[in-house]
């Protein structure tokens, strides 16, 4: 909802407050729950560290698999440590 500008220094932290309310509710609710997103398919890690192990580059492994290169990054990574 839009307020006049003016009225946005009282209305702004009454939603901000809302939305934290809802936020720390739906915490308490999943509490003991995964909230994160799923692991990738173990085919797809076993392709990931397979290919990084032939020294294929981590933006052409995420081209072949379909994959973020990011999430292909993470999953470099955390082979090699």
């Given at each position: 909802?839009?307020?006049?500008?003016?009225?946005?220094?009282?209305?702004?932290?009454?939603?901000?407050?809302?939305?934290s309310?809802?936020?720390?509710?739906?915490?308490?609710?999943?509490?003991?729950?995964?909230?994160?997103?799923?692991c990738?398919?173990?085919?797809?890690?076993?392709?990931i560290?397979?290919?990084?192990?032939?020294?294929?580059?981590v933006?052409?492994?995420?081209?072949?698999?379909?994959?973020?290169?990011?999430?292909?990054?993470?999953?470099?990574?955390?082979?090699?440590?």
């Open positions: 909802m839009r307020w006049p500008h003016w009225l946005n220094r009282f209305c702004d932290p009454i939603e901000s407050s809302l939305i309310q809802r936020v720390r509710a739906g915490m308490a609710r999943a509490q003991g729950e995964l909230i994160s997103r799923p990738l398919a173990g085919a797809k890690q076993k392709a560290y397979e290919l990084s192990e032939q020294g294929v580059s933006n052409q492994i995420s081209k072949r698999l379909g994959i973020a290169c990011g999430t292909v990054y993470n999953y470099v990574q955390k082979r090699k440590s």
